[in-house]
């Protein structure tokens, strides 16, 4: 009885897994040598798929349920092993189980920054960060293409090469879009989207599928940066003087803060950028007193009144703006009459030129067309 009860506990009669981890792709069964015992009952949960390997090939592949092994539920096996009628002893065979649940958060990043040409700022360097998230979608290709016979496969054995291929595509992504430095923000979205049509294909070569990318952001070298912030700031209050002032302020602020009392050095740069900054407002009141007298004894003429534009529809296009000499170049050459519609600030709708004051005097004194050639 020993015996038998030996060779009894050496055979399986229960296979699945419970996955404790988060990363786990792919995991064989632990059979250690032992043999699976004819009847065995095989559990595969939810976001599972199990596969019967038996000697190097892929033979049987069973979603989620619970089966009980037998002839029937593994054709392919009993095929490869000879089963014609059936089999009644224990059998031998490797089993892997998949993760098909989603593996979200999977991160990437650009390793090196990476050149763009830019319309507003000519060659910048940029760094882009963002996750993306993918599911096994065909069990055996994976496990055939990626996996192989890895007895635990995780998503850190994968995610390099993924990666890279993230990266290579994104960055085609930007060159492609044409977009201007300071319109990516608002483009995001457009971005990630085609960015994950581009890799979907690619993904599925590995038996991945890829349900979501994302980029979290794109952005400049920290002194590229600086140097935006600084142009930004300028922009914002319209006039260097008052920036200069500004950065002056910050700095004697910063040296009468000093622990040293302002006797050092950063004391001695402070009393001389207030200095400064006291030199230059007494010149910018000195040049408003000589500008305001100026404009006492000698009263500026008024502005000129602004020229009237009219946009002009051409065989259905938009054209313009034009002024008065132009519109009326334009009739002297025949490319618009009464009948051809204008617009210009300030009207509802367009309206034949005819109905406009301001172009019917034109046609007044417009030379008629040239007679026809001899």
Request: charged letters at 20%.
């Amino acid at each position: 009885m020993g015996f038998w009860n030996k060779l009894k506990g050496q055979l399986i009669d229960i296979i699945e897994w419970l996955d404790s981890s988060n990363d786990t792709m792919v995991y064989r069964f632990e059979r250690q040598g032992n043999e699976i015992k004819n009847g065995a009952q095989l559990t595969v949960r939810e976001s599972q798929v199990a596969v019967f390997i038996n000697e190097g090939q892929i033979a049987d592949v069973f979603g989620p349920g619970q089966f009980e092994l037998a002839t029937q539920n593994l054709p392919i096996l009993s095929t490869l092993k000879g089963w014609k009628y059936g089999f009644n002893s224990p059998f031998k065979a490797e089993v892997y189980f998949l993760n098909t649940k989603r593996f979200t958060n999977q991160k990437w990043g650009t390793p090196n920054v990476f050149y763009l040409r830019d319309a507003d700022f000519g060659r910048v360097t940029l760094r882009a960060f963002g996750t993306y998230t993918i599911k096994i979608s065909d069990p055996v290709k994976f496990l055939r293409e990626v996996a192989g016979t890895s007895d635990d496969f995780t998503t850190d054995q994968i995610n390099d090469e993924l990666r890279s291929m993230t990266v290579t595509r994104f960055i085609d992504a930007v060159g492609e879009s044409k977009l201007a430095l300071l319109d990516f923000a608002q483009n995001y979205k457009d971005l990630s989207e085609f960015c994950e049509k581009k890799l979907g294909g690619e993904f599925m070569e590995y038996g991945l599928e890829m349900s979501k990318f994302l980029i979290s952001s794109i952005s400049l070298p920290e002194k590229l940066q600086a140097k935006l912030d600084e142009g930004t700031g300028v922009n914002m209050l319209g006039d260097m003087n008052k920036y200069t002032q500004m950065k002056t302020a910050d700095a004697m602020s910063s040296a009468a803060t000093n622990t040293s009392g302002g006797g050092g050095m950063e004391g001695m740069m402070g009393m001389a950028m207030m200095q400064q900054m006291m030199n230059m407002n007494q010149n910018q009141n000195q040049q408003q007193n000589t500008n305001y007298q100026q404009n006492v004894q000698q009263p500026a003429p008024p502005p000129m009144p602004p020229k009237i534009q009219f946009y002009v529809s051409i065989n259905g296009q938009q054209a313009g703006p034009f002024d008065s000499n132009q519109l009326q170049q334009m009739i002297a050459q025949n490319q618009i009459n009464k009948q051809t519609f204008v617009w210009k600030q300030g009207m509802t709708g367009w309206v034949p030129a005819s109905q406009v004051p301001e172009i019917a005097s034109l046609f007044s004194v417009a030379p008629p067309p040239p007679p026809p050639p001899m």
